[in-house]
């Protein structure tokens, strides 16, 4: 059972290029979050999906979009990246986003250099 | 609002012991706790529901206070393997449930 897995595991990235980061759980999972990670500012919650078809805004959301599909995968695309996208990016998975004890789960994580 | 961790940074010997503190502005209702090593992706380490409840495991074991908004994380007889950053992720419930907003981490550093 691999959980959750993200491509590419690192990436450099010309500015103003498309570029959609992949994952994918294997864990029947409805709920499905994409965070960046920067030094010093923690975990921020981009988007959100509460259950396949349903997504939603997180705390910084400009110059991402995202899909839902089908239950097992949660694309993040960047329209026309730029250096302040440079970050580590973290996809998460939860059994449901409306439980009290709803345990999210993190994928290994995409590095990401925009250039 | 990102809740505030403290402290920054936290170095022990092993078998020492350490808090770590997180505190909210907002209402909460729950908090969870993850550690992450150098590279690698946060782990989950226990959920605290409002309630004012402690959950354990192993050494490790923490706390909630509602009339503070406030989480604790105790670490105790510290080991190696403890190292990493800890982060604290808080959820306010209602329309907002699972969308967790996190400290900005506690670097926990155990010497042996």
């Known amino acids: 059972i691999a959980g959750i897995t993200q491509a590419p595991t690192s990436q450099i990235l010309a500015a103003g290029r498309r570029m959609t980061l992949r994952c994918t759980q294997d864990?029947?999972?409805?709920?499905m979050y994409w965070y960046r990670q920067d030094l010093g500012l923690g975990l921020r919650l981009i988007h959100y999906s509460n259950t396949a078809g349903t997504t939603g805004k997180g705390e910084v959301p400009d110059g991402y979009s995202v899909s839902r599909a089908n239950t097992d995968d949660f694309p993040l695309t960047l329209a026309s990246a730029v250096p302040s996208q440079t970050s580590v990016y973290f996809c998460?998975?939860?059994?449901?986003?409306?439980?009290?004890?709803?345990?999210?789960?993190f994928g290994p994580g995409t590095r990401l250099t925009v250039l | 609002q990102q809740p505030v961790q403290s402290p920054q940074a936290v170095i022990l010997r092993e078998g020492e012991d350490a808090v770590i503190n997180c505190s909210s502005s907002k209402a909460l209702y729950s908090v969870h706790w993850y550690r992450q090593k150098h590279g690698e992706a946060p782990v989950f380490l226990m959920i605290l529901l409002k309630g004012g409840e402690q959950k354990g495991h192993d050494k490790i074991s923490a706390s909630f206070n509602e009339k503070k908004q406030q989480s604790s994380l105790y670490l105790t007889a510290s080991q190696l393997s403890y190292s990493g950053t800890y982060f604290c992720?808080?959820?306010?419930?209602?329309?907002?449930?699972?969308?967790?907003?996190f400290g900005q981490g506690t670097i926990l550093t155990v010497h042996p």
């Open positions: 992720g808080t959820d306010l419930g209602g329309t907002s449930y699972g969308k967790l907003t």
């Open positions: 998460a998975s939860s059994e449901t986003a409306h439980g009290p004890a709803d345990t999210q789960y």
């Open positions: 864990m029947r999972h409805n709920a």
